[in-house]
């Protein structure tokens, strides 16, 4: 799957969930119930064990999920991530050489960034999206909403306190999508198999961001 066209479905899908868990098993639990509840996207942070094999084994298995590395930090991290067959790559600051990497590899990147000096650094290096992260303490969608502006041609993703209560707003505030951990994917329903409770997350985040976009659309034109 090509760069560009990962990064329309990630546009098009508007949420990119985060499996921050302790085990690998829970990582592809996690990503087996999304693909099912009609969002096929999971990020894989490098601080789950055996991140990498995870990642190796839902590329092989599912030729349309578009499974991604998250937190890395360093080129060789970026580039092993890579040959496992991650789709994307994100981190939660801006690395230049991640950004080389993926980019030489025709593998979409989001680093992360806060500032504007950061998102504006991240953008001329050759990111795809930028990742505001952490979203919520630097300000919530006012911050967002601030940030597009005067840089309305940088799509952002937003990562870092997203919930059910915010999720809406960033998307009306301009953001392209959010990524969202535990508030879609908690813990206790990964470690129990409860597939429904997740069905029931998703079907609720895909609904909030259908209709802020609808919202925010209307308000454009």
């Keep these: 799957m090509q760069s560009k066209e990962v990064c329309r479905r990630l546009a098009e899908i508007g949420i990119v969930p985060c499996a921050r868990v302790n ?5 592809r639990f996690a990503a087996e119930t999304l693909y ?45 991530c890579i040959d496992a067959g991650a789709r994307f790559i994100t981190s939660p600051g801006f690395v230049p050489e991640v950004v080389a990497c993926a980019r030489q590899a025709d593998v979409t990147v989001f680093p992360g960034a806060l500032t504007p000096s950061e998102v504006i650094a991240g953008w001329m290096a050759g990111a795809d999206f930028v990742k505001i992260f952490p979203a919520a303490t630097a300000g919530g969608p006012s911050y967002v909403r601030a940030l597009k502006v005067p840089l309305p041609q940088i799509p952002l993703i937003v990562t870092g306190g997203v919930n059910q209560m915010t999720a809406f707003d960033y998307i009306l505030a301009g953001a392209h999508a959010i990524g969202v951990g535990s508030q879609l994917l908690p813990k206790e329903a990964l470690a129990n198999g409860q597939a429904e409770t997740i069905h029931e997350l998703a079907r609720r985040f895909r609904i909030m961001v259908k209709e802020a976009r609808a919202q925010r659309d209307g308000n454009n034109n």
């Design 36 to 80: 099912e509840a009609g969002i096929p996207v999971l990020e894989v942070p490098l601080t789950v064990p055996q991140a990498t094999e995870v990642i190796e084994k839902l590329a092989n298995r599912y030729s349309d999920l578009i499974i991604g590395a998250g937190t890395v930090l360093d080129e060789q991290a970026a580039q092993i």
């Design 23 to 27: 085990k690998p098993e829970h990582a």
